[in-house]
């Protein structure tokens, strides 16, 4: 009939439905045998109908726990949405020089990592430091040289390399800015050019930390078998997630800033 209609309704429920055989269990089995019913009959006592009120009750308990883990999940998605959001607003409503500032951040956090990442007891491995360097900046590999920082601690590695990074990215704002000057264009195009790449790394890399979160998801599922809380451990990694998503940000940043002034 249709809704509304006169009459009365009547559900079947098969002993067999995946509701029964993971809530209801043995108890369910145990009625069926004490009315030693073939498998076609119905069955209809009040020791079934209170068997399937238990038998809801363990369902809305147990989504009841699922929407409070999603709701926990959640939260630490949003917190972290939040502050990309804010980040990136920050970085669209940059000036020119704001922007040329932030990429200078970013060129010394990445040089003091690489160095520091290819440091051992204080000691820096001046080849590898100066082949990494030279990949994230191409400018830089015909001016320095392994040499040049052969034998400093990392303080001194860091800021020999900061200095030589830094003075080439202003003789390149210098050099796109007369170029700018000749063509009748606003200076500043390096900031331009800098806001617009960290933006779109920011998109590709935010894109990607989502996903490794639904990962991480299904993955803290397992610890759970392991005696460990899966809502700790999936806070904790998500953090971790975090700050790799903004190494890999400024990172990504970086590069591609430099690869474009190389050409």
């Given at each position: 009939?249709?809704?509304?209609?006169?009459?009365?309704?009547r559900?079947?429920?098969?002993f067999e439905d995946d509701?029964?055989?993971i809530f209801?269990g043995d108890s369910?089995k145990?009625?069926l045998?004490?009315f030693?019913?073939?498998?076609?009959?119905?069955?209809?006592?009040p020791?079934?109908?209170?068997?399937?009120d238990k038998?809801?009750?363990?369902v809305e308990?147990?989504?009841?726990?699922?929407?409070g883990?999603?709701?926990?999940?959640?939260?630490v998605?949003?917190?972290?949405?939040?502050?990309?959001?804010t980040?990136?607003?920050?970085?669209?409503?940059?000036?020119?020089?704001?922007?040329i500032a932030?990429?200078?951040e970013?060129?010394?956090?990445?040089i003091k990592?690489?160095?520091?990442a290819?440091?051992?007891?204080?000691k820096?491995?001046?080849e590898?430091?100066?082949?990494?360097v030279?990949?994230f900046?191409?400018?830089?590999?015909?001016?320095?040289r392994?040499?040049?920082?052969e034998?400093?601690?990392e303080s001194?590695a860091?800021?020999?390399?900061?200095v030589?990074?830094?003075e080439?990215?202003?003789?390149?704002a210098?050099a796109l800015d007369e170029?700018?000057?000749?063509?009748?264009?606003?200076?500043?195009?390096?900031?331009?050019?800098?806001?617009?790449?960290t933006?779109?790394?920011?998109?590709n890399a935010?894109?990607?930390?989502?996903q490794s979160l639904e990962n991480l998801k299904?993955a803290?599922?397992v610890?759970?078998?392991?005696g460990?809380?899966p809502?700790?451990?999936?806070t904790?990694?998500?953090?971790?997630?975090?700050r790799?998503?903004?190494?890999?940000?400024?990172?990504?940043?970086v590069?591609?800033?430099?690869?474009?002034?190389?050409?």
């Amino acid at each position: 009939g249709r809704q509304g209609d006169p009459g009365t309704s009547r559900f079947f429920l098969s002993f067999e439905d995946d509701m029964f055989v993971i809530f209801g269990g043995d108890s369910l089995k145990d009625i069926l045998k004490m009315f030693r019913v073939s498998d076609d009959m119905p069955v209809e006592a009040p020791q079934v109908a209170d068997a399937l009120d238990k038998v809801q009750r363990a369902v809305e308990e147990k989504y009841r726990e699922i929407r409070g883990e999603i709701f926990k999940v959640d939260e630490v998605l949003n917190d972290q949405r939040k502050a990309i959001y804010t980040r990136r607003r920050q970085i669209l409503n940059s000036s020119d020089e704001e922007s040329i500032a932030l990429m200078k951040e970013y060129n010394n956090g990445l040089i003091k990592d690489i160095v520091n990442a290819q440091s051992e007891k204080g000691k820096v491995n001046a080849e590898k430091v100066v082949e990494k360097v030279s990949q994230f900046f191409p400018l830089v590999a015909p001016v320095v040289r392994a040499s040049d920082i052969e034998g400093m601690n990392e303080s001194g590695a860091i800021e020999f390399l900061s200095v030589a990074v830094d003075e080439l990215f202003n003789q390149k704002a210098a050099a796109l800015d007369e170029k700018a000057q000749a063509a009748g264009k606003p200076p500043k195009s390096i900031g331009r050019s800098a806001r617009y790449i960290t933006l779109v790394t920011m998109d590709n890399a935010w894109s990607d930390h989502l996903q490794s979160l639904e990962n991480l998801k299904e993955a803290v599922v397992v610890r759970k078998f392991e005696g460990r809380d899966p809502m700790q451990e999936y806070t904790r990694d998500a953090f971790g997630l975090f700050r790799n998503l903004e190494d890999n940000m400024r990172n990504n940043a970086v590069f591609s800033l430099w690869q474009s002034l190389a050409q």
